[in-house]
């Protein structure tokens, strides 16, 4: 079972960019598709951005599309999303997600989650 966890989040101001990794514990890492996901108070987790497991396949939600990248580094079991141009509307915690199967938008289809990261973007 593979145990996640991320970091690099904070509180930073609109425009400015940000940088989130997701370790992960599983030497399997290259086998499994990740996926970053981000929940605000008041609503439904939702998708951001998702990778292949071997990277050579990226998918991002239309409102991060063009701001965010998400990549992966097999060697160090590590996922990251680069963030540039926040916006307030990018407040939210973001969790890093894994499954042993191809790339999906949906959360719920996903069994591995990571605890999160805050990441608040001021006005």
């Known amino acids: 079972q593979v145990q996640l966890v991320e970091s690099g989040g904070g509180l930073v101001q609109a425009g400015d960019s940000l940088r989130l990794s997701c370790a992960a514990s599983e030497g399997t890492f290259s086998s499994y598709a990740m996926g970053w996901f981000r929940q605000a108070p008041g609503k439904e987790r939702e998708f951001v951005a998702a990778?292949?497991?071997?990277?050579?396949?990226?998918y991002y939600a239309d409102s991060v599309k063009g701001r965010f990248t998400i990549s992966r580094d097999n060697a160090k079991n590590t996922v990251y999303l680069q963030m540039n141009n926040l916006k307030p509307e990018d407040t939210a915690e973001y969790h890093c997600a894994a499954r042993r199967a191809v790339v999906n938008r949906r959360p719920g289809q996903y069994p591995y989650w990571g605890q999160g990261t805050q990441v608040t973007v001021s006005s």
């Open positions: 990778i292949s497991w071997k990277g050579g396949s990226t």
